[in-house]
């Protein structure tokens, strides 16, 4: 046998105690696996189990059995070293323990097992190899000692060296694990293979996929079967290898394992030969790595004639078909999830954890890497281990790393390494012929031939990814080849006019990578230079460039202290004028200082730079823009390296600077300072792959953060005795509301309550401090202690004393959320009322006091007007009070805001007392010009009868109110109150105005006297139709009245059609009317919505022929697009749940063929351009397009136009795979199809959506998508 192979008695004798127990249940295993009884023997070790007597016992019930494993059961006593011997005295101590008798008693209780079950006692003697003279001796003295304990034929076996030697024969791995081979050589067994440096961690984290791979690995493996070939493929780095140690490392698998990493060289040794050879009976999982296609498939040629004794296992990162017996797994990346799972067993914080995780793309070797560099601190973050070449293991693959091929590929891949990703197939191919170029430059013996030959090796094996733009993965790869070309290369071939030479995707995946500049000298001397006096970036100008500001970004990630004073050179040293032109690149210019911002030193020359940007403002969409970003930086959660104390000089300098500007943002950055919540997101301090700034922590700094927060408030108390008047507001509007936050907390409430004192003394509006005052004492009542509690509710007493024009002011003038509230969310509504009643009582006993406050009480002023006013009037039975707060209503000039709500609360108690007494006042009031405007209101408020209704309407006939006003009856339900007769007096009166807005008034009305569910009025037939086809609702008009009137309308229009929809004739008149008024801009069917498309669908449906045909007649007066939008069923996502399917296939086909066959040229592309776009050929359907084909599909006007219609659609998601379904749906139709004209179509539609594919997917290549 072959030497590597070979066993000596002494290296069987050189085994520990725990090694021999271990060898021989993999002895156990392994035999168990040859005999083909897995699923149904039981082996166990007793290890670390008190000593019983039994090493380890299988239990065998299937019938077959072997030397080595017998039937039933059979208990091993495994002895090592040459301490043990087969004389009298040391056979009796190990049986029966040591100095007692031969007793059954003294039997160790696995022995009794095993005599008990008749099974086979066997000594595994590792230390000594007796002779067959001495082995029969020892055997008869102990079955003699057994006989005397009860056991008569009790099965004894003694096993030496040469016996236990001759078990390993046809087990390689375990020959190799015995005789110290199976580590560091060309082959290895398992153990050996799991030393290996790359073969970390020890606990594996693995997603769902991974682990269904390796239960599928071990399933096939433990199968009975014949020999099976399982090819393990997948991207460099996302832990193939690794993945079937875990697999492999399988009690019962384990004892078969042999691995090599260098199959060619295996073979070379002989050892498939020995394997094969037909003498031997070889069991053997046998694991190739970096095993290739061809040397894959020659060793499975060789081995796959042998049987279910071989197993073998190839892995690789190029992908192959399946083939044979030949079991193909790809292994996917695993998920971010998984990553950060490695990540944190190398102590990766929490908070930066899912950064790295990303940035690996799912490999576990580069978690490995990157987490053991930040656990040891290593400056270098993806510095390889010292036992492990990565990079070359990647590029070179199973070719010699030190072969010319390798060079060359190695020189490729750090030239593609500067480009985030580049072109290769057409249409993009320019970008790789370009980098060739390069390549080519500094090394003319690469020819194109060679380098497209690299690049095709690389593709195959999965470090270059794309189908037709390709990118390097994973990430941590192409940052490392990155460097090395500036560390190696860049000196002899950077020559800044190649690159900006190349094509203008190239030049922008090229600047990109810049961020990563920090990791190279070399890289950051041009990146000096590019920022620098003699840069592009020098005078500015290249910042107002989309592109180059976005390469200004990544320098800026790369260099912050440079890109900063190039910034202080340009835009912050640029007039008004200049910034306010600054548009495109001004964004990146924001992020850019973002990112410079979180760097020690830099805070505040970068805040100085971003508030000139600020002072010239012109981006007031998003908050994001400069002003936003500036005042973001001084929230207490907006980390940086330094402590926000450092922040305060500069606002101050801002806030009292005497600029009305400046002072606005620094009071915007100064209240942000105050807010307690985040307001800004992670990501400033990620810039390449440097390791993340020290941020500052709140958390960690709990008395810095009470100085600067406390600084932030006398910093704008001390403002408010300096700044502008408009500041000023600004000031106490923030103060006021941070009154409220800062009074709730204990630790700052009586700074809050002090502060308060101070703003009533300055001016500051003390129904703002009441509301403030009675939050903090209804959220803080059990957090503040009771003597906090108490002073703050002296202030309020102080606010709001007891006299009845502080409590009016207080509770009618007022209407604060937690007056609604007895205590912390307990709702009490009728606790407040009771309290207003209370008042009203109050006041009307201390009238004097009232008739003070009537003036403000018939204002806006009133919050709480309508309930009081109502209270009050309920006091006031004989309305003693009536007169006085007419004549105050009279006497309030508009501009003192004069309102409806008090003197309508008030009139609504004489309307519940005597609705016949109120239409009688009403009367008077409609006789005053002053009250006429204000009747629809009082009648809404007060309370409505017919005779009031029969008023005000005769008052809109007459002119003398205007019909807007009537607009308040769309609200609530009092307009129920009327009859139908006034109800359609109402109606009429307004649709007869002719106007827009007072229709919308009618329709409303209408609708919710007759439509709501909660109506109770049978809808009228005259009338609803009337509403229906009012003419506003048509006509042309830059005016909408209200933007529910297409659903209101619609809702109308169906109750309209359930009840009367056999009318033909009223039925027919109302989509007429729709259909004659399509394309009348301003109308309820101009691009209506989907209800108002929907009633034209039930239309169509009931009479389609009267309608549409006659309306088509029409098609070149309307516009083709027009009928288009309302014909077409085409939504631009899926409109499954619209009432409103294409109406045009409600026409009956035979007339519709006859209105196109009038005249052809015109309608035929016309009618394919808007049928539904679904194609079948289904015999028991009409599919509109397929019948259009047959009929007009030689012109090819209909072609294209039905085309166009197909492709008139959207989607969520990539376009590619859209275009694949729709792809995938119309191939088994096409087969079907028999047609010539519609074959012809679908095969141009087919090839149309493949060309939109391949389009699709390269433009998702190249956007990140």
Known sequence: MNGFLNVENEQIGRLGSQQAVELFRDILWAEARRLGILPEIRISERITAPDGGIDASSNNTTGIESELIKANYSGFQIKTGTTFVLTDGALQNELFRRNQPVQKENLGESVVHCLDANGYLTFVCFGLDPNEQETNRAITKIKEWLATCGYQNAIVRIWGQTTIKGFLGDFPSIRLMVNGRGSGGVFETLDGWKMHGDMKPEVLTLGEPQKEIIQEIREQLLANTDAIHLRIVGESGVGKTRLVLESLNEEKIRSLVVYTDNPSQLENQGFLGQIGMADNAFEIVLVLDECSQDVAVRYWNRVQSLGKRIRLITIYNEGSERAGTTKLLPIPPLGDDQVAQILKQYGVPEEHVRRWASFCEGSPRWAGIIGENLQSNSKDILKEPDNVPVINRYIAGTDDPTSQAVRERMLIMRFLSLFKRFGFKPPVAEEATAIFGLVNKYDNSITRARFDEHIKNLHDRKILQGEKTYYITPKPLQVKLWIEWWDQHSAAAFDINDFTKLPPALISGFNEMFRFAQESQAAMKTVEYLLGDSGPFADGLLLKEERESDFFLALAEAAPEKALERLETTVAKWNNEQLLEFKTGRRQVIWAIERIAVWEGLFVRAMRVLLRLAEAENDRIYSNNATGTFKDFFSIFTATEESPLIRLPLLEELLFSKDPVKENIAIQALSLA????????????????????????????????????????????????????????????????????????????????????????????????????????????????????????????????????????????????????????????????????????????????????????????????????????????????????????????????????????????IFEENPSKWELLFGDLSKEELFVPLLPELAWRAGITDQIMENILSLVEDGKINPVLLSHFKYGVSIRELGEKTLEQFVMVLMGQSKKITSSIALDVFSRYYVDKESGHEIPKDLTLAVLTDPMFFAESDERADVMDDYTWSQTANKFLEKYGADKEAVVKIGTLMLNSLGNSGSIVDHADRYVRGILMKISEAYPNELWLKALDSLEEKGYFIFKHWLSSNEFFDARDHANPSVIGKIKLDALWAWIDKDVEKRAWFIANMVPNVFSNDPGQVCLAREILIRYGDREDVRRNLAANFFTEGWSGEASEHHKKMLEAILPLRKKETDQRVIRWLDDYINQRKRAIENAKTEEERSDF
Request: charged letters at 30%; a negative charge; aromatic letters at 10%.
């Open 674 to 909: 105050l807010e307690n919540h985040f307001t800004r997101a992670v990501g400033a301090e990620y810039q390449g792959i440097r390791r993340e700034p020290h941020l500052w922590d709140p958390r960690e700094h709990p008395k810095e953060t009470r100085e600067y927060t406390n600084k932030v408030w006398e910093m704008l108390m001390a403002a408010l005795n300096v700044v502008t008047e408009n500041s000023k507001n600004s000031i106490m509007t923030t103060l006021m509301h941070q009154t409220q936050v800062f009074g709730r907390n204990p630790g700052s409430s009586e700074l809050a309550l002090d502060s308060a004192r101070k703003i009533l003394q300055q001016g500051g509006n003390k129904n703002d401090l009441i509301e403030a005052v009675v939050h903090i004492l209804y959220y803080g009542h059990d957090e503040l202690p009771q003597e906090i509690k108490s002073k703050w509710e002296e202030f309020y007493k102080e606010l709001v004393p007891d006299d009845l024009s502080s409590l009016l002011n207080r509770y009618v003038a007022m209407n604060l959320t937690e007056d609604y509230f007895r205590k912390r969310d307990e709702y009490d509504e009728q606790g407040k009322e009771k309290r207003i009643a209370d008042l009203a009582d109050k006041a009307y006993q201390d009238q004097s006091e009232l008739l003070k406050n009537i003036p403000w009480l018939v204002t806006d002023e009133a919050g709480n007007g309508y309930v009081f006013g109502h209270a009050l009037g309920e006091k006031d039975k004989e309305k003693k009070l009536l007169n006085i707060i007419l004549e105050a209503r009279r006497n309030t000039p508009e501009e003192k805001r004069p309102s409806q709500y008090f003197l309508g609360g008030y009139l609504r108690t």
